[in-house]
């Protein structure tokens, strides 16, 4: 089987859990992926519910999660081979393959990793562990060593001379002693996988072109078998040069934090510590101009600080103390210290880098669909190969060794090299380009699927407006002696984190002690609660109000006057009556008004899930333009409202808070904003917004069309390509030069598409 809720490991293991890759979610989840328990050593970490029963550990009964850095592993041709040695090793419990990262997750009995390790090797290439065993933390891989080109160009040059010595009608030994020559330099390398893979009943690209020189020798075309292993091993090398740019667009967030940062020590000295071995609690200076090392909360100086690695912001933004720097970021003008709030394993830019590894990963629907053809369409080719070279010459005449030629044609066209890594490199691609604009996509299937959004759901507060409003109007309904409604409504709003009542709270005068509040708790979607001198108070909307039975007409007329001029009103009762009422106005975000515009001219049809009255979330609405609107939303509304319009197309759900996570679970794309810094959002959002801006949405639509688009250019180039030249080769109208053209070119190409994301 193979384990779809692998993550790879690159948080400590008090922190590590299991989640979702990339897998589409079905409609009727109405809950965030849960954390597991903590997982320890030997790379190991817990697999998702359902795969086995936990163990104390945290982990299935005898079963560990090993990863492996398998350097020969960067295309499909090696995984088809991993896949088939391994899976049918009983220790094995499921595999997850990263091509662009070239590591393995693979799940496996305890004490196997040994035969795993040896089973690989049997495969002609060598693993080693991608994590470290003890803390679980991702293993810097050193680079491979760059082949040297003086063997190829040697090749090359062996393969021309037998060219030019068959048509310069010199004898044929001497153009066969080149031709092997060629061969025996440039494509031992070919045919050694190529004999691994026909050992193991793997018909990949190495097989397939092995028996295709092979069949050229034999049937004397010596030099057009070596002028073909010599332009197979170029394409080759090109092609590994070619998805390493796609690997580097990964490898450099990885290089955006510097090794070294500046740390108090006990003595009130300062002294360059690696950043590795910092601890949370530490005091860091940055000099101006300097790359910030770590996450932080400032406690001293002002600077500007360029967040773009990790937010995609254009503009630097202002610190001061008391503000979050994070890790990758860059410091300005100012000087500042700042204490160190995660260790770098565990910063904010780790777990990007985690998360964007593991969405590489995922199998995209596109991804899975090529594998299921490509599984079907080698072993076709090759039966078809084989009957031109066998049937043909007897149904159809002609001579042996002219169909035996078409069929060695055809075997070099019949690898869909090119069809099965277009789609990887594209995903990876568009993957890369979105975290640099401060976009983190959970998986290939998200970035697949969003060009099919029909229905954008948003939460208001924070979302569509800046989440900070400020107090309008205070009217105090009971003149009670000895009572003073503001100031208990200021000590209960004081202990909530809500943005109105964070309002409420600031509005109140300078120097007013709050009074003592207990029994303080939610009322989800309604308000909060809490006991002032032995008196129970109720602080919170319309609706609470209502359900408490102290609504009058009179009330309702004043909260009506207040709540179309757009302001939100809350009220604070003691259950008998209502005390007083609070109105409050928040603004609009100017980027919000664009991106809604925007999401229109892409087709896609907007509605406002909010917990406040009908009659605000109108006014806020109307400003910037949403299609529909629906007030007095809880938790539980919000879930059913996305579930509903669900019904009329793909729906994504934006939100930046605990009240949304039903609905952002149960939306088709859920959206996370401002998730800088957050652990939770970064977790278990589908797509996490680093930032609060919304046209960041408008970008993510974008590239999902623009991938969907590079997506299927791709499959059409490679299989395009492939049906030109397979319809060539049986008409005899094709070479084996052409057939390599056919195969690598074609790889190439999509290669080459599929990078242009990059540049997004």
């Given at each position: 089987?193979?384990?779809?809720?692998?993550?790879?490991?690159?948080?400590?293991?008090?922190?590590?859990?299991?989640?979702?890759?990339?897998?589409?979610?079905?409609?009727?989840?109405?809950?965030?992926?849960?954390?597991?328990?903590?997982?320890?050593?030997?790379?190991?970490?817990?697999?998702?519910?359902?795969?086995?029963?936990?163990?104390?550990?945290?982990?299935?009964?005898?079963?560990?999660?090993?990863?492996?850095?398998?350097?020969?592993?960067?295309?499909?041709?090696?995984?088809?081979?991993?896949?088939?040695?391994?899976?049918?090793?009983?220790?094995?419990?499921?595999?997850?393959?990263?091509?662009?990262?070239?590591?393995?997750?693979?799940?496996?009995?305890?004490?196997?990793?040994?035969?795993?390790?040896?089973?690989?090797?049997?495969?002609?290439?060598?693993?080693?562990?991608?994590?470290?065993?003890?803390?679980?933390?991702?293993?810097?891989?050193?680079?491979?060593?760059?082949?040297?080109?003086?063997?190829?160009?040697?090749?090359?040059?062996?393969?021309?001379?037998?060219?030019?010595?068959?048509?310069?009608?010199?004898?044929?030994?001497?153009?066969?002693?080149?031709?092997?020559?060629?061969?025996?330099?440039?494509?031992?390398?070919?045919?050694?996988?190529?004999?691994?893979?026909?050992?193991?009943?793997?018909?990949?690209?190495?097989?397939?072109?092995?028996?295709?020189?092979?069949?050229?020798?034999?049937?004397?075309?010596?030099?057009?078998?070596?002028?073909?292993?010599?332009?197979?091993?170029?394409?080759?090398?090109?092609?590994?040069?070619?998805?390493?740019?796609?690997?580097?667009?990964?490898?450099?967030?990885?290089?955006?934090?510097?090794?070294?940062?500046?740390?108090?020590?006990?003595?009130?000295?300062?002294?360059?510590?690696?950043?590795?071995?910092?601890?949370?609690?530490?005091?860091?200076?940055?000099?101006?101009?300097?790359?910030?090392?770590?996450?932080?909360?400032?406690?001293?100086?002002?600077?500007?600080?360029?967040?773009?690695?990790?937010?995609?912001?254009?503009?630097?933004?202002?610190?001061?103390?008391?503000?979050?720097?994070?890790?990758?970021?860059?410091?300005?003008?100012?000087?500042?210290?700042?204490?160190?709030?995660?260790?770098?394993?565990?910063?904010?830019?780790?777990?990007?880098?985690?998360?964007?590894?593991?969405?590489?990963?995922?199998?995209?629907?596109?991804?899975?669909?090529?594998?299921?053809?490509?599984?079907?369409?080698?072993?076709?080719?090759?039966?078809?190969?084989?009957?031109?070279?066998?049937?043909?010459?007897?149904?159809?005449?002609?001579?042996?060794?002219?169909?035996?030629?078409?069929?060695?044609?055809?075997?070099?066209?019949?690898?869909?090299?090119?069809?099965?890594?277009?789609?990887?490199?594209?995903?990876?691609?568009?993957?890369?380009?979105?975290?640099?604009?401060?976009i983190l996509i959970k998986g290939g299937a998200y970035l697949e699927e969003g060009h099919k959004l029909a229905w954008l759901a948003l939460d208001k507060t924070g979302t569509i407006t800046h989440g900070k409003p400020a107090l309008t109007d205070t009217v105090v309904l009971a003149q009670d002696a000895g009572l003073d409604p503001v100031r208990i409504a200021a000590g209960i709003a004081a202990r909530s984190d809500h943005p109105v009542s964070r309002a409420v709270a600031a509005g109140r005068q300078k120097g007013d002690a709050?009074?003592?509040?207990?029994?303080?708790?939610?009322?989800?979607?309604?308000?909060?609660?809490?006991?002032?001198?032995?008196?129970?108070?109720?602080?919170?909307?319309?609706?609470?109000?209502?359900?408490?039975?102290?609504?009058?007409?009179?009330?309702?007329?004043?909260?009506?006057?207040?709540?179309?001029?757009?302001?939100?009103?809350?009220?604070?009762?003691?259950?008998?009556?209502?005390?007083?009422?609070?109105?409050?106005?928040?603004?609009?975000?100017?980027?919000?008004?664009?991106?809604?515009?925007?999401?229109?001219?892409?087709?896609?049809?907007?509605?406002?899930?909010?917990?406040?009255?009908?009659?605000?979330?109108?006014?806020?609405?109307?400003?910037?333009?949403?299609?529909?609107?629906?007030?007095?939303?809880?938790?539980?509304?919000?879930?059913?409202?996305?579930?509903?319009?669900?019904?009329?197309?793909?729906?994504?759900?934006?939100?930046?808070?605990?009240?949304?996570?039903?609905?952002?679970?149960?939306?088709?794309?859920?959206?996370?904003?401002?998730?800088?810094?957050?652990?939770?959002?970064?977790?278990?959002?589908?797509?996490?917004?680093?930032?609060?801006?919304?046209?960041?949405?408008?970008?993510?639509?974008?590239?999902?069309?623009?991938?969907?688009?590079?997506?299927?250019?791709?499959?059409?180039?490679?299989?395009?390509?492939?049906?030109?030249?397979?319809?060539?080769?049986?008409?005899?109208?094709?070479?084996?030069?052409?057939?390599?053209?056919?195969?690598?070119?074609?790889?190439?190409?999509?290669?080459?598409?599929?990078?242009?994301?990059?540049?997004?």
């Amino acid at each position: 089987m193979d384990i779809q809720r692998i993550t790879p490991v690159i948080t400590p293991p008090d922190c590590c859990h299991a989640e979702a890759t990339g897998q589409e979610k079905p409609a009727d989840r109405d809950r965030p992926a849960p954390r597991q328990p903590c997982c320890t050593a030997d790379t190991a970490q817990s697999i998702g519910p359902g795969d086995a029963a936990l163990g104390a550990a945290g982990l299935p009964a005898g079963v560990r999660l090993s990863r492996l850095y398998i350097d020969q592993m960067d295309c499909p041709t090696e995984e088809g081979m991993i896949r088939k040695k391994l899976g049918g090793m009983p220790a094995v419990q499921g595999m997850e393959f990263n091509l662009m990262g070239r590591v393995l997750t693979v799940a496996h009995d305890d004490g196997a990793l040994p035969a795993l390790e040896a089973a690989i090797r049997e495969l002609g290439m060598d693993s080693r562990p991608a994590a470290d065993p003890t803390t679980g933390a991702a293993l810097a891989v050193p680079e491979p060593d760059a082949k040297p080109w003086w063997p190829l160009a040697l090749a090359g040059a062996a393969a021309l001379g037998a060219e030019m010595v068959h048509w310069a009608g010199w004898p044929v030994w001497i153009g066969a002693v080149l031709a092997l020559a060629a061969i025996a330099i440039g494509g031992l390398g070919t045919y050694k996988k190529g004999w691994i893979a026909l050992r193991h009943g793997n018909l990949n690209i190495n097989a397939l072109m092995s028996i295709a020189v092979t069949g050229a020798l034999l049937i004397g075309q010596w030099p057009e078998a070596a002028m073909v292993m010599v332009l197979f091993t170029l394409a080759e090398l090109i092609e590994a040069k070619s998805l390493d740019r796609a690997r580097n667009a990964i490898r450099g967030l990885v290089q955006l934090t510097p090794e070294l940062a500046t740390v108090r020590l006990p003595d009130g000295g300062w002294a360059d510590v690696s950043a590795g071995d910092i601890e949370p609690g530490r005091i860091v200076r940055v000099k101006p101009g300097e790359r910030i090392a770590l996450d932080g909360v400032i406690t001293d100086g002002q600077s500007s600080v360029d967040q773009a690695p990790i937010t995609g912001e254009s503009l630097p933004v202002e610190k001061t103390a008391g503000d979050t720097v994070f890790a990758g970021t860059i410091n300005g003008s100012g000087a500042i210290e700042f204490r160190v709030t995660a260790a770098a394993m565990n910063s904010t830019l780790a777990r990007i880098i985690h998360a964007v590894e593991e969405a590489q990963g995922a199998r995209a629907p596109t991804a899975r669909f090529i594998d299921r053809f490509a599984k079907i369409y080698t072993p076709a080719v090759f039966v078809l190969a084989l009957a031109i070279a066998v049937l043909a010459p007897l149904f159809f005449g002609g001579g042996w060794f002219e169909w035996a030629y078409r069929a060695l044609v055809m075997l070099v066209i019949a690898c869909p090299c090119a069809l099965v890594i277009s789609t990887p490199v594209t995903i990876v691609s568009g993957l890369g380009a979105a975290a640099r604009h401060g976009i983190l996509i959970k998986g290939g299937a998200y970035l697949e699927e969003g060009h099919k959004l029909a229905w954008l759901a948003l939460d208001k507060t924070g979302t569509i407006t800046h989440g900070k409003p400020a107090l309008t109007d205070t009217v105090v309904l009971a003149q009670d002696a000895g009572l003073d409604p503001v100031r208990i409504a200021a000590g209960i709003a004081a202990r909530s984190d809500h943005p109105v009542s964070r309002a409420v709270a600031a509005g109140r005068q300078k120097g007013d002690a709050l009074p003592e509040v207990t029994a303080f708790g939610a009322l989800p979607g309604r308000g909060v609660r809490g006991t002032v001198d032995g008196v129970k108070y109720q602080f919170g909307n319309h609706r609470l109000i209502h359900e408490l039975g102290v609504c009058s007409a009179d009330l309702e007329a004043r909260l009506g006057e207040l709540e179309r001029q757009g302001k939100t009103v809350v009220l604070l009762s003691d259950g008998e009556r209502v005390l007083a009422l609070f109105a409050v106005a928040d603004t609009v975000k100017d980027s919000s008004r664009a991106a809604i515009g925007a999401l229109h001219e892409l087709g896609i049809k907007t509605v406002m899930l909010t917990g406040d009255n009908i009659h605000t979330a109108r006014a806020i609405a109307g400003q910037v333009g949403i299609d529909d609107v629906l007030g007095d939303q809880l938790p539980e509304d919000k879930q059913r409202a996305v579930a509903e319009y669900a019904r009329r197309g793909k729906v994504g759900m934006v939100g930046d808070g605990i009240n949304d996570a039903p609905a952002l679970a149960r939306a088709d794309i859920g959206f996370a904003m401002g998730a800088a810094g957050t652990d939770t959002a970064i977790e278990t959002a589908d797509v996490a917004l680093m930032d609060d801006d919304l046209n960041k949405i408008v970008r993510f639509v974008r590239l999902s069309r623009a991938t969907r688009t590079v997506l299927v250019q791709n499959i059409a180039l490679a299989l395009g390509i492939k049906a030109v030249f397979l319809a060539l080769a049986m008409l005899g109208m094709a070479t084996m030069w052409m057939a390599v053209f056919a195969d690598m070119g074609a790889s190439l190409l999509v290669v080459a598409n599929g990078l242009r994301l990059t540049r997004r």
